[in-house]
Structures are given as structure tokens and as C-alpha cells.
């Protein structure tokens, strides 16, 4: 805690199984050594580091929330949806996840990964109790938020300046978002201005 009272977490952080330079467990050790109280690994579509990170933040004492930033297409532009408090062994999550993950990081013009990616939908479906949620490698940002949800979480808009810079439709679109669900923003980032 600092001196005025405030307790300081990290809920946006990223390893290197997402755009991060440390694996999970030496960022869960940087993290606590910086004197956060709690924190999120939020890598990009995947939950695979959330086990280490856990693991090594229950060790030094820090509190762990799960979490992950999800892709999702919004009036045609890629946005970003930082998901906590989720249940990380939720299939159709998982299935989402794996296709949104497979479909940004393959060449779909090969054969091979055009069987990978086959597969990867597959998966998605399962035994036919639950369509795939991200067709095609994409997930709207309103299946997201209800995704989001089924799965036990929260859904928070991820860095909103960058998605629009404009104050006045930034709140337009926050409203038209808050009436699909969405639970919040993230109002701190660190290359925001004071005024932002």
C-alpha cells in the first residue's frame, strides 16, 4: 500500500506468449518485487501463462485474477476487450480463443494451415452443443462481451483512445457498448495524458 492509502495492481500485463518480452513466471516475479498487491496476465488470446503466473504470484503472496485480451471486430476495425474473473477452463472461451489466436498467426494460404484452421473450427463447434463463437477467426465485439460473461467474467474496453481518439464519440460509443453488456473501460494507460 502506499502512503495515501492506495493500493497499487497491475490488471494489463503482457507476457512473451502474447506481445510481453518475460515468460509468465518471471513477470509474476518482476510484478511482485514492483509492490503490486494484485495483478492480470491479459496476454492476447490465450490463457496458456495463466497457470505460472498464478502459481508464482501465490508463492510471493500477491493476489491473481484471471485474465486475458480479447479480439474483437467492432464496426469493422479490430478492438480489444480485457476480460477478468473468467472461468479459464470454459471450452467455449477456450475454443474462441484458439481460433481467433490461429487465424492471426497462420498463413491461411498454405494447405497445411488451411487444415490447421479447418481443425481449429472444428474444435470451436464441438459435439454440436455450442456453435463456434469465433467463426471464421473473428469474434464481434457483442458475442465477445456475451462470451465473456457466460464464461464467469467481466468485460472491460481495452485502451479506448486508441480504438477513438475523439472524446465526444468516444462516449457515444461507450454507451451503444454498455447497452451490449460491457462492464467498464480501462481508464488508466500508461501512454494516456493526465488530461485523457
Known amino acids: 500500500m ?4 492506495t493500493i497499487r495492481v497491475d490488471f494489463h500485463a503482457h507476457s512473451n506468449l502474447s506481445d510481453g ?3 509468465p513466471d518471471e513477470l509474476a516475479e518482476q510484478v511482485a518485487a514492483s509492490g503490486i498487491a494484485a495483478a492480470a496476465l491479459t496476454d492476447h488470446d490465450t490463457l496458456d501463462g495463466l497457470g505460472a503466473f498464478r502459481r508464482t504470484l501465490q508463492r510471493k503472496g ?6 486475458v485480451e480479447v479480439t474483437v471486430q467492432m464496426r469493422g476495425r479490430e478492438a480489444h476487450l480485457l476480460a477478468y474473473g473468467f472461468d479459464p477452463s470454459h471450452v467455449e472461451l477456450r475454443s474462441a480463443l484458439a481460433s481467433v489466436r490461429q487465424w492471426r498467426t497462420t498463413d491461411v494460404h498454405s494447405i497445411a494451415s488451411t487444415m490447421r484452421m479447418r481443425g481449429i473450427r472444428e474444435a470451436a463447434s464441438g459435439n454440436g452443443e455450442h456453435p463456434a463463437s469465433a467463426p471464421g477467426g473473428q469474434l464481434d465485439v457483442a458475442n465477445g462481451i456475451d462470451l465473456i460473461h457466460r464464461a464467469g467474467g467481466r468485460a472491460f474496453l481495452a485502451h479506448p483512445f486508441q480504438l477513438e481518439a475523439d472524446p465526444e464519440r468516444l462516449r457515444e460509443l461507450v454507451i451503444q457498448l454498455r447497452a451490449l453488456g460491457l462492464d467498464g473501460l480501462e481508464a488508466i494507460y500508461t501512454p494516456y495524458t493526465t488530461e485523457q
Open 2 to 5: 502506499e502512503p495515501d492509502g
Open 21 to 23: 518480452v518475460l515468460p
Open 62 to 67: 500477491i493476489g491473481f485474477i484471471p485474465g
